[in-house]
């Protein structure tokens, strides 16, 4: 059994998880995921692929939640753990792993961190050997040279998001009546509410300094407040970029790597993380993009 640890409570490490997963052709039936994510269910995630929750009385108690992992990998005879981002867990909870469990193979797959950021709240697991590490993306170089230390191989991988050709029947019937002669913005964030409308704000600015009136259309997977333009409730977003003349995202390592063929019609901004350095990432993918005058909220509460 393959136990996938994505623990984080958006989208984009479930996202992350099953594009790699398919693209390692690993059968569903074997793997095992765990994660908060209030979207770890179908259609976000395979409908065989089995969930293992975590107790919220272990919340901010490391002790008992590694004692916990550790009975629940034994229990299911784990023999592949892969950790998602974050290489020792978000409370180091993987410190002392290789010690507890031997037998179980440990793979990472790493993307951009704020690394003296994580490493100031969790100080590093110097005991933790990784099997594998897959590079999903240039990392700092501190960061990298600890994974190259704590591990036995470190292979570059790109991740190839699949898109789907068939979109919703309402949606497709909305874009066959909408005006031709418009061109059709899409807003492509789900939450926070707040991060949304900034999203809007850029979009509709940009819009009033050429002079244009584009179709506004958000795409997300929750209800917005109704103020905001119209949202599409389309996962995964990429079946409708090719029909888009521009694209607003975030600065996720997700809607980057989706966004790559699109990249001369993708506008980004990016977001405050606590981890997750997406300043870097919006610069790196797209420095022909002059700098936002936008100025996100001051929020570091997502990963």
């Known amino acids: 059994m393959w136990l996938h640890y994505a623990q984080g409570g958006g989208l984009g490490h479930l996202t992350r998880a099953v594009t790699f997963w398919q693209q390692q052709q690993l059968p569903p039936d074997d793997i095992c995921l765990m994660s908060a994510s209030p979207y770890a269910r179908a259609p976000y995630i395979p409908d065989n692929i089995r969930l293992l929750n975590v107790p919220q009385s272990l919340a901010y108690r490391p002790e008992q939640y590694r004692q916990w992992l550790v009975e629940a990998m034994d229990r299911m005879a784990i023999h592949t753990l892969c950790i998602d981002a974050f290489p020792w867990g978000l409370m180091g909870e993987w410190a002392g792993l290789s010690q507890w469990l031997p037998q179980v193979k440990v793979v990472h797959l790493a993307r951009r961190l704020r690394w003296e950021a994580y490493t100031r709240a969790l100080p590093p697991a110097a005991d933790l050997m990784l099997d594998t590490t897959w590079l999903l993306e240039p990392l700092e170089a501190a960061h990298e040279e600890w994974l190259r230390a704590h591990s036995r191989h470190c292979i570059p991988f790109d991740l190839h998001y699949p898109v789907p050709d068939v979109l919703p029947p309402n949606i497709a019937q909305e874009l066959e009546e909408l005006p031709h002669n418009a061109p059709l913005w899409l807003i492509v964030h789900s939450t926070p509410a707040d991060e949304v409308a900034l999203l809007c704000q850029y979009a509709t600015q940009m819009a009033q300094e050429e002079n244009q ?12 407040p109704s103020a905001l333009p ?5 996962y995964p977003a990429s079946a409708l970029f090719a029909r888009a003349d521009r694209i607003f995202t ?3 390592f997700n809607s980057m790597r989706q966004m790559a063929p699109y990249r001369d019609k993708h ?6 993380r606590r981890y997750d350095d997406q300043h ?5 993918y797209l420095p022909f993009r002059p700098k936002s005058t936008l100025e996100p909220p001051e929020a570091d509460v997502y990963l």
Do not use: K, M, N
């Open 213 to 224: 009136q584009p179709v506004l259309r958000i795409v997300s997977t929750e209800l917005l």
């Open 230 to 234: 119209p949202a599409w409730d389309c």
């Open 250 to 252: 975030g600065g996720g």
């Open 267 to 272: 506008y980004a901004l990016p977001f405050p």
């Open 280 to 284: 870097w990432r919006v610069a790196h």
